[in-house]
């Protein structure tokens, strides 16, 4: 269905929250380190006596940034480290989803973090972070400030990083910055009198202060599991949701016969929209990926991914349309007849499910999905139509041909000035119908001329052939059921991997050459070993022969059939034709046939 941008958003805010974890690990695991640290860092109470002397040498120089690096190294070298781990002692986090987090002034916490909340810290703390949210530090910070998608602003001291990412960073007159300060895709002001000992970055400057809207978004839309809400702010997600229904009726307007065909494929046949939904879901990535393999087919990747993008679209139309006529009833005269009609009844419908909790996405994701099988299927239909209507008349002429010098037809005239028909007398001086005796020159049928000699007798040998030949094996012939199919099918995998075993191949190539062996054998034979065993045969539906195409397909489509848990081979258990997934997708049937084709 439609790739929102919410996922690659959501990903992007579960990033810093994986890497928040991981710091937090390891500072988790630094206390059985500090039984050392007096030996490791006894030597720095030192370092300022040695250095002492050089402020004093430059006494002259009235440098007060040079005063406060200094005092910001003696801080960093012992009030740093011993707040440190004086803080990490008592263990104390402040986490909130969905809400905001505060530490209040002469507070201390190990972190503050908020999830699609904001985060205020007036106290003393380790890391403050917000994903879709605004970070706000006026106190102590002894590592970073993190905001993600929302605004940082700092007017206190931190011993780390200050980092935006889409998102503003504003420094006060009292902030001071121990690492460096970088903003992504955001702007950066600073007062003069801030203090960065770092650097400062900034990544693709640009004012994303509009992310409050995207926030408010998923405060009272997200978090509820639905799409719209009537919160304030939201009049953008309302005018996208009506451009949309706009855009549905448009389409109904400009393809209504096509919009009506579709409506009508999924009233008749839900269960195969539903699977030819699941069967499309399941094979877009992996035409993706076979085309990514074949290198000469990445062109063709945008094509593909906006057909089914239009695809979705057009099915979206088609479930409003359904859901108005049913809500308003069937007309077939009027304006409610027509589709675009439906599709504004129906969407009017789907923006009130769309307000409640949990079921607002719900009917978003089955309305796509729905919608999409509905499409796929109809088009499935069309194609076999299509393909049937070009095969339908060389079918007949062949049928209905006779060779120069053949007797009449059965329900023709029985001479060549026009005889009267079948059922009809035969008047003086008129061939008789096929009921009356045959006159001399004409051939007679196996119920009216005894068997003779000469070319009569052997005109008639030869019907009488072939009635006695078995019949031809359709689609007419009763359908094998599960439990006889699985036998046959575990017969072939038992015979195979004797084959791979005798050969010593590994086993795990077992499925690649049982798929190929069943397309050689359905090919050649129409059956495989198991099928003949058990008087199974594959055939078309259409009544066509098996092609290397259709044996192809249907052994791909195996594969499809097994990934869903083996779902698409229990299907033919509750299916009315008995087909498996690769049955439907190949357009095949197995049938029982009183003996099956010999292997020679």
């Known amino acids: 269905m439609n790739t929102s941008p919410l996922r690659r958003l959501t990903f992007l805010a579960l990033l810093p929250l994986c890497t928040l974890a991981v710091i937090t690990a390891s500072r988790a695991a630094e206390p059985p380190a500090t039984a050392d640290a007096p030996s490791t860092v006894a030597p720095a109470p030192a370092a300022p006596a040695s250095v002492a002397p050089a402020p004093a040498a430059d006494a002259s120089d009235d440098s007060e940034d040079a005063d406060r690096h200094a005092d910001w190294q003696d801080s960093l070298a012992g009030h ?19 809400s905001d987090s505060n530490l209040a002034s002469g507070q201390k916490a190990d972190s503050v973090v908020s999830i699609f909340g904001s985060s205020t810290s007036d106290g003393e703390a380790g890391d403050v972070v917000s994903i ?61 009198a801030a203090i960065v000992h770092g650097n400062v970055q900034n990544v693709i400057s640009t004012d994303f202060g509009g992310t409050g809207p995207i926030r408010t978004w998923i405060r009272h839309c997200l978090l509820y599991g639905r799409p719209l809400s009537l919160a304030p702010g939201l009049g953008w997600a309302w005018g996208l949701a009506l451009t949309f229904l706009a855009l549905y009726a448009g389409l109904a307007l400009l393809f209504r016969e096509g919009l009506t065909r579709c409506v009508q494929t999924f009233e008749t046949q839900p269960g195969q929209s539903v699977l030819a939904a699941l ?41 409003l349309a359904w859901v108005g006529r049913r809500v308003a009833g069937r007309h077939d005269a009027g304006p409610l007849s027509h589709p675009a009609v439906a599709v504004l009844i129906g969407g009017a419908l789907v923006l009130v499910l769309y307000l409640v909790p949990v079921l607002g996405f719900l009917v978003y994701k089955l309305l ?31 049928a209905t041909a006779r060779p120069p010098g053949a007797g009449p037809a059965m329900s023709g005239a029985a001479s060549s000035a ?9 008047p003086s001086g008129a061939a008789p119908t096929m009921s009356d005796a045959a006159p001399s020159g ?17 005109n008639a040998a030869r019907p009488a052939a072939a009635t006695q030949m078995p019949p031809p094996v359709t689609a007419a012939l009763p359908r094998a059921g599960f ?5 046959a099918l575990l017969l072939d995998v038992f015979l195979v991997g004797v084959l791979i075993g005798v050969l010593h191949h590994s086993h795990d190539l077992e499925l690649v050459v049982l798929a190929a062996y069943g397309a050689m054998m359905w090919k050649l034979r129409g ?15 259409d009544g066509r022969e098996i092609d290397w195409e259709t044996a192809i397909v249907r052994a791909l489509s195996c594969f499809l059939s097994l990934a869903v848990a083996g779902l698409g081979f229990i299907w033919i258990a509750f299916d009315h034709n008995n087909q498996a997934w690769h049955d439907k997708i190949a357009g095949t049937v197995v049938v029982r046939v009183a003996k099956s084709p010999p292997l020679l």
């Not at 006026?138 to 990412?165: L, Q």
């Not at 889409?166 to 003069?192: F, K, Y």
């Open 527 to 541: 059956a495989t070993v198991g099928g003949i065993v058990f008087d199974l045969q594959v055939v078309r539906l």
């Open 132 to 192: 879709f949210g605004d970070t706000r530090v006026t106190g102590e910070v002894h590592d970073n400030a993190v905001a993600v998608f929302g605004n940082t602003y700092i007017d206190g001291k931190i011993d780390g990083d200050a980092v935006s990412v889409l998102g503003n960073m504003q420094l006060g007159p009292h902030a001071e910055i121990g690492g460096d300060v970088s903003a992504v895709g955001g702007t950066v002001q600073r007062d003069p």
């Open 80 to 98: 740093h480290h011993r707040n440190r781990y004086h803080h990490h002692e008592h263990g104390d986090d402040v986490v909130n989803i969905g």
């Open 418 to 426: 026009g005889g009267p028909a079948m059922s009809g007398a035969a």
């Open 279 to 319: 069967i499309a879901m399941l094979l877009t990535p992996v035409l993706v990926v076979l085309l990514c393999i074949t290198v000469i087919g990445i062109p063709a990747v945008p094509f593909v991914l906006l057909a089914l993008f239009c695809v979705a679209l057009f099915g979206k139309a088609v479930m």
């Open 442 to 458: 004409f051939a007679p049928t196996m119920s009216d001329a005894p068997p003779s000699s000469g070319a009569a007798g052997a």
């Open 368 to 398: 796509g999905v729905l919608g999409l099988g509905a499409v796929v299927y109809t088009v499935i239909l069309a194609a076999r139509a299509h393909q049937a209507a070009r095969t339908a008349p060389g079918g007949t002429r062949g």
């Open 483 to 487: 439990w006889i199919r699985m036998g």
